[in-house]
């Protein structure tokens, strides 16, 4: 399993970027898949995740009205909406397949990572 990321940059505080994460060697729907970030200094957290099989989410709190998660079962790809970013959004973001209830189960899979930074 290989998951690509793209799409984190620079950006201001209130404005959006959209990250993709396409999946190729994939073909199992039992498991969501999700985001998770880490910044400098702090520890990898959840950020949120989405059901292959019935598009349920789930997201952090710090993030909950501002950032959606949505997937493209087609195109074997989710994405991470995100508005209203704030400086403490800036972080690392890491697609990851086998997310269940917030947590990466560890026989799953990491990207490898775009930087979101949010600063004026």
């Known amino acids: 399993v290989q998951l690509q990321a793209s799409g984190g940059g620079l950006v201001q505080p209130g404005g959006s970027l959209r990250l993709s994460c396409a999946a190729s060697?994939?073909?199992?729907?039992?498991?969501?898949r999700g985001w998770f970030r880490q910044a400098p200094g702090k520890e990898r957290e959840f950020v949120a995740s989405?059901?292959?099989?019935?598009?349920?989410?789930v997201y952090a709190d710090s993030v909950k009205g501002r950032f959606t998660v949505s997937s493209d079962t087609a195109k074997n790809t989710v994405y991470l909406q995100m508005n209203s970013l704030k400086p403490e959004d800036s972080a690392v973001y890491y697609c990851?397949?086998?997310?269940?209830?917030?947590?990466?189960?560890?026989?799953?899979?990491w990207g490898q990572g775009t930087l979101v930074t949010v600063s004026s």
């Open positions: 990851v397949y086998k997310v269940v209830r917030g947590v990466a189960l560890p026989s799953g899979s």
């Open positions: 989405v059901s292959w099989r019935d598009g349920s989410t």
């Open positions: 060697g994939l073909t199992s729907s039992n498991y969501a």
